[in-house]
């Protein structure tokens, strides 16, 4: 059964980082585009970062520019988003999602992906 399994949420005061954990379990999360999408109370789901089978990298949150950045660990079957100088507005239950449709793009879009976790939530407050 293929599940993605998110943590690393929590409260944190703004200006602090936090690192989200993207487990991958009953396949190999390589052969997968990954996106980390958020959703806060009221607003869409929208997409953050995505890493592409191949590697490569696309920002769809021009909000998060130079804060968040998102890496691939074959080894422990996960993907990372390191969250830095977070801002109150970063509040979301952050999500990852798969999608096997490219080699070399990943999409922003939520319907794009088959699979998903069950989220994990960021608060930031001080």
């Known amino acids: 059964q293929l599940q993605l399994v998110e943590s690393g949420g929590g409260l944190v005061q703004p200006g602090g980082s936090l690192r989200l954990s993207c487990v991958a379990s009953?396949?190999?999360?390589?052969?997968?585009?990954i996106g980390w999408f958020r959703q806060a109370p009221g607003k869409e789901r929208e997409g953050v970062l995505c890493?592409?089978?191949?590697?490569?990298?696309?920002n769809y949150a021009d909000s998060v520019k130079g804060r968040f950045t998102i890496s691939r660990d074959n080894a422990k079957n996960t993907v990372f988003l390191q969250m830095n100088s977070l801002k109150p507005e970063d509040t979301a239950v952050y999500y990852c999602?798969?999608?096997?449709?490219?080699?070399?793009?990943?999409?922003?879009?939520?319907?794009?992906?088959?699979?998903w976790g069950q989220g994990t939530q960021v608060t930031v407050s001080s």
């Open positions: 009953g396949f190999t999360l390589s052969t997968y585009s």
């Open positions: 890493i592409s089978r191949s590697g490569d990298i696309t």
């Open positions: 999602a798969a999608d096997r449709s490219a080699w070399n793009y990943c999409s922003g879009y939520p319907r794009t992906y088959e699979y």
